[in-house]
């Protein structure tokens, strides 16, 4: 009887720890760190679009980009943009970066 009641116990325990864990992770998807690459597919060439970057998303100040000049387009800071951290350079490779006045 005893050893019954302790299971339930323990299983009331676990899906206490997961209904409370699991909505905590899951809304929290975009606080990981990305390293991003500066492709320069998006629709234009702001910092900001997410298509301009591989993996394919808008730079977070976790993160850490890189513009190594291997895009045909260069990137250009029009609004507010943020960056944990930002490698310009490789190739031998000339880039500009445009901030917006």
């Keep these: 009887m005893k050893k019954g009641?302790?299971?339930?116990?323990g299983v009331h325990r676990l899906i206490l720890a997961l209904g409370l864990g699991l909505p905590l992770f899951l809304l929290a998807p975009d606080a990981w760190p990305a390293?991003?690459?500066?492709?320069?597919?998006?629709?234009?060439?702001?910092?900001?679009?997410?298509?301009?970057?591989?993996?394919?998303q808008q730079p977070t100040s976790a993160d850490t980009c890189t513009?190594?000049?291997t895009s045909s387009r260069q990137?250009?800071?029009?609004?507010?943009?943020?960056?944990g951290s930002l490698t310009l350079g490789g190739g031998g490779t000339v880039m500009t970066l445009t901030f917006a006045a």
């Design 5 to 9: 009641r302790f299971f339930r116990e």
């Design 35 to 56: 390293a991003l690459t500066w492709v320069g597919t998006g629709a234009d060439n702001d910092f900001n679009t997410a298509g301009n970057w591989s993996p394919a």
């Design 67 to 69: 513009i190594n000049g």
């Design 75 to 83: 990137p250009s800071i029009l609004t507010n943009a943020n960056c």
